[in-house]
């Protein structure tokens, strides 16, 4: 299977990012032939303050009805393009809190998986810049992986990085590459990035897809950066694609067979199941 992961910059005219995504999605089908684009977290809307988010915010559909713009956007997507679409991330409208929620769709246009976000960005950075992901948006509590060919596809969203215990689940599961849209902050982005992808597909034995947001974007409390450099990493830690500064995409051929024999060689997950502690 070769995919692309997509780098957007995408502000809070949902509108403008919907029209931006069409068009790097485009783009990145007529120049690599992938089988699966990825778009990076909330590409439907970043940014902006609380009216922003509640105008962008989708309540999903039963599958097979007809949804919101974002999301007739992803579908149409991958049945124009004849791909399997991983649709990063878009804010999906909850009782009570909105969600960070990932749609993917065969390139039928079918549904094939929804995945809300587990692990919430509550931090403080180096800079002393506070982020509380939690004021608005809840959490999910579902390990999610689904079909695209013959490759099992596990997904997980930015700050779930972090959390090794989640990337095993999903190893557990099945998943070969796991895809981790993300719109991760610059001064954690130019340090911990590419190490933390690097070791969970280590960790995991998987490739890590990861697309991105990249550049500026306006919040209420004044503009924001964030990192970009969106990868493709191969289950030996080994970085096989990567964006450079601005939008755009980068592409990798995902070698199953590479797969099989790094997992055959260095059988981890058996020797968890093995070591009889409750991690397998």
Request: proline share 5%.
């Amino acid at each position: 299977m070769r995919l692309a992961v997509v780098q957007m910059n995408p502000g809070h005219d949902k509108a403008a990012n919907i029209a931006a995504a069409e068009r790097l999605v485009a783009e990145a089908v007529a120049a690599e032939r992938p089988a699966l684009v990825a778009l990076p977290e909330l590409w439907d809307c970043l940014g902006g303050d609380r009216a922003a988010r509640a105008a962008a915010a989708e309540a999903l559909p039963e599958p097979g009805a007809e949804g919101g713009a974002a999301y007739e956007a992803m579908r149409g997507m991958a049945r124009r393009h004849g791909i399997f679409l991983h649709g990063g991330s878009i804010i999906e409208a909850g009782p009570e809190k909105h969600l960070n929620t990932t749609l993917a769709f065969a390139p039928d246009g079918t549904e094939l998986a929804r995945y809300r976000k587990i692990f919430l960005f509550d931090i403080v950075t180096p800079d002393g810049r506070g982020f509380r992901e939690s004021a608005a948006y809840g959490a999910g509590d579902a390990v999610v992986t689904y079909q695209a060919g013959e490759t099992r596809i596990g997904c997980a969203i930015c700050y779930d990085l972090r959390f090794p215990e989640l990337f095993q689940a999903l190893r557990r599961q099945g998943a070969e590459v796991i895809m981790l849209p993300s719109a991760f902050t610059l001064q954690t982005g130019r340090d911990h990035w590419e190490p933390l992808l690097r070791a969970r597909a280590i960790e995991t034995q998987c490739w890590m897809a990861a697309p991105a947001t990249w550049g500026q974007h306006e919040e209420r409390s004044g503009p924001r950066q964030t990192y970009g450099h969106a990868l493709v990493v191969d289950p030996w830690g080994q970085v096989v694609a990567s964006a450079s500064d601005g939008t755009g995409w980068a592409a990798a051929r995902i070698d199953a067979a590479l797969t099989a024999r790094i997992r055959r060689d260095m059988p981890l997950l058996e020797h968890r199941a093995a070591a009889g502690m409750g991690w397998a």
